[in-house]
Structure formats: C-alpha cells, structure tokens
C-alpha cells in the first residue's frame, strides 16, 4: 500500500513537475501546506483503490458518501495510530491534515467529474478551499 502510494508521487512527479508545483513563497504558508495536502491526498485514494482491487471490487468516488465516510474515519482517533493519538492536537493536526484534507479535496473534484482521477489543474480551486489546520494556542 504504502508503496503504491510512493509511486503516486513518481508519476505526479513525472507529470506535473511537483517541485514546482509546491514551490510557493515562504510567506504563503497555507499555499504551500494546501498544495501539500493535494499530493498526498491523491497518494492516499490511490492506496485505497489499490486495498479495494485486492479485493476484486472498485471504489465509486462518484458517489461522494464514499469519500466523506472514509475521511471522517481518518480523523477518529485510533486512526493513526497510539502514539499519533498521544500527541497534542496541534501537533497530531500538523502530521494528519494533508492525507485527511487532500483526500477529501480530490475526492470531492472526482465526485464533480464522475469518478475520473483529478489532476492538479482540475484540483486549483480546492487548493483555495483547504481549511488551514488548528493552530496552537498562544501561550500566555
């Protein structure tokens, strides 16, 4: 699984160049987590199509309550495993939001455009809809 999602990101590479892509000036921070979380989404519904075939079954990312029950189950705890469940919220939010968001926002483009795998051309206007993850609190 894992190693099919490492071979997303080689042909995302070899096809749309994501140094570039995720090359954002330091000062947009949120750009840069948004285009982050774009690639390991799609790296991540990869996996899942993958765990599916073995399966001898096909996922319907057309249907969108597939994709918002699978990424409601990433964030339940127990999800990530103990030792993410232990960490503090902010931090355990930094590690998990881009597999959560992304997925959700490429699954949502390939819901619009029944089911086709997204591209980060169809997939620009989820990058703007990302919601940032929760910052930690200022200390007092």
Request: one cysteine or more; charged letters at 30%.
């Amino acid at each position: 699984m894992v190693l099919a999602h490492e071979l997303d990101h080689g042909l995302q590479d070899q096809t749309f160049d994501l140094h570039r892509f995720e090359d954002v000036p330091s000062s947009e921070g949120d750009a840069a987590l948004a285009r982050r979380a774009l690639v390991e989404g799609d790296g991540v519904a990869l996996m899942i199509e993958v765990m599916v075939a073995r399966s001898h079954a096909k996922v319907d990312w057309a249907n969108p309550e597939i994709a918002t029950a699978i990424e409601k189950a990433m964030g339940t705890p127990g999800s990530g495993g103990e030792d993410i469940d232990k960490a503090p919220l902010a931090i355990r939010e930094a590690m998990l939001f881009p597999y959560r968001a992304g997925f959700g926002s490429s699954r949502r483009c390939a819901a619009a455009s029944r089911g086709a795998r997204s591209t980060p051309r169809t997939l620009a206007a989820e990058v703007d809809r990302a919601d940032p993850p929760p910052r930690a609190l200022p200390r007092r």
